[in-house]
């Protein structure tokens, strides 16, 4: 594309909101609030929000091997809709990626597929702990991920083979944080036996808790960088607000701040996910510490088909798909004043990068790349999905702004309208601690 301008913006950057207009030279943005320059191309952003596009840090495209749930074309596709512009998968595939083969695998389908920017997280076994080192300092692999409890596949590890974890890796770890040993007790106590919250008690709170503990500790202890995912209990919140290492960066997910277990009657293994939704108080604590220890929203997009989750409730597979939801959903947030246009920046688009050392993005400022998405205020009823699996949660609700233009690195990848439509792809992989 050539360079283009966005005029009467309001440009929300990490820092402030600017009105103006942005100049774009494919891939980057070039100037931001006065522009000077003339331009051909020009988009009318018409008072409109326009963001840093979000960087989710937790997703699970299902590819390789899962092709059924979804794919990388797919829900890249869908995470346009979504205001995403650069995802990070998990390992939980099949075969998992706990190779640099199975990673590099990954790598190529995304390169020919992916319309949004892409890295994916290769997944520590008991096994490739020990060789994990020597491929995982790469400048695409932003992380190695560590499952302390059992969740969709068979990746796990204990808390010792975590410490050993910590001990060897140079890359940052991020961890699903809730102790296995508590959830495989509540399974055996319950196996067989439903009621509507029966999972908030099989995966309760505090396995939650002691683990993220003891993660916060190991983490303070060998100065390792942690990131813990989908944060879900007030005690937590509690937890870091009295001490948050400098090496610990915390993620909580759309669902932990739209449901409660009130929520299960209504919509059972539809909200089914791990960690559990807990109590509407544990809601309450993470609105509120969306502004202090909370540090990104992922959304931790983990599509099953619907003949899977009418499925009764031990047979059936945790996991909430939101991916194409993410920004029109927390701007639920920002119109109910819980958070401010720069908060939403921060938490889905800076924090991001500042944590893994993205390679610039995650703001909107001259010599980024331009992945940039304009806001329409809309109000509008999610009555259809776009992920392969057909459904999210969030059917029938109302959301006050919808996504307009997406643009991954210059280049108009999505344009709403009364056909919404795909345009171009042109993403790259991402880039951690470059200098
Ligand atoms: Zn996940």
Same mark, same amino acid.
């Given at each position: ?33 006065? #522009?000077?320059? =003339? !331009?051909?191309?020009?988009?009318? %952003?018409?008072?409109?929000? $326009?963001? @840093?596009?979000? &960087? ?52 190529? #389908?995304?390169? =020919? !597929?992916?319309?949004?920017?892409? %890295?994916?997280?290769?997944? $520590?076994? @008991?096994?490739? &702990? ?52 508590? #959830?495989?007790? =509540? ?249």
């Amino acid at each position: 594309m050539k360079p283009f301008r966005i005029v009467n913006a309001r440009i929300v950057t990490s820092q402030a909101i600017v009105e103006g207009d942005l100049l774009i030279d494919p891939p980057y943005i070039v100037q931001v609030g006065e #522009v000077h320059n =003339n !331009t051909d191309l020009v988009f009318d %952003a018409k008072g409109n929000y $326009v963001l @840093p596009g979000a &960087i989710d840090l937790h997703v699970h495209f299902r590819q390789p091997g899962l092709e059924h749930k979804a794919t990388i074309e797919t829900e890249s596709r869908a995470a346009l809709r979504g205001g995403v512009t650069s995802f990070i998968d998990m390992p939980n595939t099949k075969p998992e990626t706990t190779t640099s083969r199975a990673w590099k695998e990954k790598m190529k #389908v995304a390169r =020919n !597929t992916s319309w949004i920017n892409y %890295a994916f997280y290769p997944g $520590v076994t @008991p096994q490739n &702990i020990n060789e994990l080192p020597n491929w995982t300092e790469h400048r695409n692999i932003p992380a190695v991920k560590a499952f302390l409890a059992r969740s969709t596949g068979d990746l796990l590890i204990s808390m010792d083979e975590f410490e050993k974890l910590l001990k060897l890796i140079k890359v940052p770890v991020a961890v699903h944080s809730e102790l296995d040993s508590i #959830v495989m007790e =509540n399974i055996k106590k319950y196996y067989g036996k439903f009621f509507p919250d029966i999972h908030y008690y099989v995966r309760p709170p505090e396995a939650c808790y002691k683990a993220t503990d003891q993660v916060i500790k190991l983490s303070e202890k060998y100065g390792k960088q942690v990131h813990i995912l989908h944060l879900s209990t007030k005690e937590e919140v509690e937890m870091l607000r009295g001490h948050k290492p400098e090496t610990v960066s915390i993620e909580t997910c759309p669902q932990y701040l739209f449901f409660d277990s009130q929520d299960y009657s209504r919509l059972g293994n539809w909200i089914k996910c791990n960690p559990s939704i807990k109590q509407a108080e544990d809601k309450k604590s993470l609105l509120q510490a969306l502004n202090s220890v909370i540090d990104t929203i992922g959304t931790d997009h983990a599509p099953h088909l619907v003949a899977e989750k009418v499925l009764p409730y031990w047979r059936s597979p945790s996991g909430i798909p939101s991916v194409e939801l993410l920004i029109p959903l927390l701007t639920s947030l920002v119109e109910n004043g819980i958070i401010t246009w720069t908060r939403l920046v921060q938490l889905t688009a800076t924090n991001p990068a500042r944590i893994y050392k993205i390679h610039k993005r995650g703001d909107i400022a001259e010599g980024m790349y331009a992945d940039i998405i304009v806001l329409e205020r809309s109000p509008w009823t999610v009555k259809r999905s776009f992920h392969k699996c057909g459904w999210n949660p969030y059917f029938n609700w109302t959301l006050p702004y919808k996504i307009k233009y997406a643009f991954v690195n210059g280049s108009l990848a999505y344009r709403e309208g009364d056909k919404s439509e795909w345009l171009s792809r042109n993403s790259m992989p991402l880039e951690f601690r470059v200098s």
